[in-house]
């Protein structure tokens, strides 16, 4: 049995009623392709929560990890394990759902959450990129400058941005008349793939939205930037090779996964879309959606050794609990 958006197109001439509900494509091919989409998202999803959650563990559990590197990034697994719960329990309904339908309030409320945790994690990675620097260029005042206190107030500033940036322009283009097809070709409800739905085009809004957006990446990714060449300039004035590498190892995973997210984010939210097919918005969101939560816990643990200590620490004391 072949999956195709034919099967659809009676809900395309629902013209004259507005819409309830939204249709979401998810990826085409068969039945067996569909369960094996099924498997392979389930699998990655159950392994970022194990993964990510097993960051957290490690940082509360080891007294070594109670460092403002691994508090911000306790909070980062945190949000990380939100970010993905935004889209792939709905991608999982969706590839197993016959009707392949969300409802109106549902589709939204993904819509805000998934913006709202996204640009909070663009924040978040700008403030680890200000610890590392404060940790590698101003190492004697680090400790002052660094403390606890400001810890949670960036950390909570972080949420408040992401959380409340998004609720205004959500329930604006919610408030725009969909009076025609309710078919969205994607596996999430995003910004363009909505407002091309809308009887009304609403152009200010859109780019409001956009500016929104690109504001927030190039921003912080101008910041992260900055950081890392002034980082850069410092390690290399570090006299020993053992102390380079050290740097290296403790920025090098963070500058990997900046990499992977903003890399994908900009291409789809900062450069514009008409010229990439459908196919490739997809390929593009699933990276930073669903690909960069699964790979952030392997970047941090296999090149930190106090992480790969400390989850083996957590690893142990959970062996120990289940013998006795």
């Avoid at 697994?77 to 309030?105: D, G, H, R």
């Avoid at 996964?257 to 450069?271: C, D, K, Q, R």
Wanted: aromatic fraction near 14%; charge should be positive.
């Amino acid at each position: 049995m072949s999956f195709s958006p034919l099967r659809y197109l009676d809900a395309m001439n629902r013209s004259a009623a507005y819409v309830t509900e939204f249709v979401l494509l998810g990826f085409p091919g068969s039945w067996k392709i569909q369960i094996f989409l099924f498997v392979l998202f389930l699998v990655f999803y159950v392994l970022t929560l194990l993964g990510n959650g097993a960051i957290i563990c490690a940082v509360r559990c080891d007294s070594r990890l109670h460092t403002p590197m691994y508090f911000l990034l306790g909070n980062f697994a945190f949000l990380e394990i939100w970010y993905v719960s935004s889209t792939t329990p709905n991608i999982l309904a969706i590839i197993l759902s016959k009707t392949k339908a969300i409802s109106f309030s549902g589709c939204f409320l993904q819509f805000y959450f998934f913006f709202s945790l996204g640009t909070t994690e663009c924040f978040l990675l700008a403030v680890m990129a200000y610890d590392r620097y404060l940790a590698i260029c101003r190492p004697l005042h680090y400790p002052t400058i660094m403390t606890r206190r400001l810890c949670c107030i960036l950390v909570s500033s972080c949420w408040l941005i992401g959380f409340l940036a998004y609720p205004i322009p959500v329930f604006s283009i919610s408030q725009l008349p969909f009076c025609g097809s309710n078919i969205i070709d994607h596996f999430l409800c995003d910004m363009d793939p909505l407002m091309a739905l809308s009887c009304d085009p609403a152009p200010i809004i859109k780019l409001i939205l956009y500016v929104q957006n690109s504001l927030s990446l190039f921003f912080t990714i101008v910041y992260i930037l900055r950081s890392y060449i002034l980082l850069l300039r410092a390690i290399f004035q570090v006299p020993s090779a053992a102390g380079r590498r050290k740097a290296f190892s403790t920025c090098g995973s963070h500058l990997v996964v900046v990499s992977l997210f903003y890399g994908t984010v900009m291409i789809m939210y900062m450069s514009p879309t008409y010229g990439i097919s459908t196919l490739m918005q997809k390929i593009l969101t699933l990276v930073y959606s669903v690909i960069t939560p699964l790979f952030n816990p392997l970047i941090y643990s296999l090149r930190n050794k106090d992480m790969k200590l400390a989850l083996r620490k957590v690893l142990l004391e959970m062996r120990i609990v289940k013998n006795i």
